[in-house]
């Protein structure tokens, strides 16, 4: 049975949830990093994943889906932390995509090859679904995924909207593409009663990427010079705008905040997760 992770950060008036999915072991992040800064070559990371939902004054969003059941064995389910917080998949309203790789998208559809959010509203960049589109598995970083994100863009043909630019994906929510990742990696700023939060998906797998967002890349990302770009816009915006900052990969509690700390230099500060009241 996979174990259950979670934790609850308010933003204004928005309640959210921070999950964890998937499964993995620590790996030093030189394996993830072409340049590791001094000292930290030999730092162990994982890349669990995970989910994020906010509830939102125009209706329960949910950010990415985890790995359901198609992949695994599976150390997290983020399904289960959801029904352990009483969050039914029929509840939510909206559901954002930061991009299409299996870790993100294979939950959104039941082993049966169903809709787990049957009742939801979907929206991603436009240049993902483009990709999703014949010929199959065209601009996928994964090319055994063409079967499926073919029967998932069939099963929301009917309930997507598509974005280019940066723009409102519902009210309190902003998509803001990042690029560079894989096609369409787009982050998203929630923003309530002057608090923001800013879900990068994964443009950083941990807060090193944006501690030092211009001196190292992550060597799987598909556009490497893009992605360092993203990083920067990232890393200067969050300060700059004192958001909280939540990575699909960063370990719990996952939420910290960027200070401007020099040319191309930040410093992470993570936050203690809140308790439920
Ligand atoms: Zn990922």
Redesign the pocket.
Known sequence: MPDIASHRIRVGAFDCLVAKD?STSPRPLSELMADPPDGLADHPIT?L?GILVADTREGRVLI?SGDGPHRGPRTHAAELALAAEGISPESVDVVLL??G????ILGLLTAEGKLVYGDARYILHRDLWTAWQSPPSAGLYFPDQGTFVKQLAECIAERHTLFDGESEAIAGIMAIPALGHRVGHTVYMIESEGQKLLHI??AA?HPPFLEYPGKVNIRHDTNQEQARDSRRMISARAASEGAMVVG??FELPGVGTLTHAGEDRYTWTPIVAQERN
């Open positions: 998937g890349m994943g990415d930061t991009h790789d299996p870790d993100h998906g994964d797998v699909t990969h």
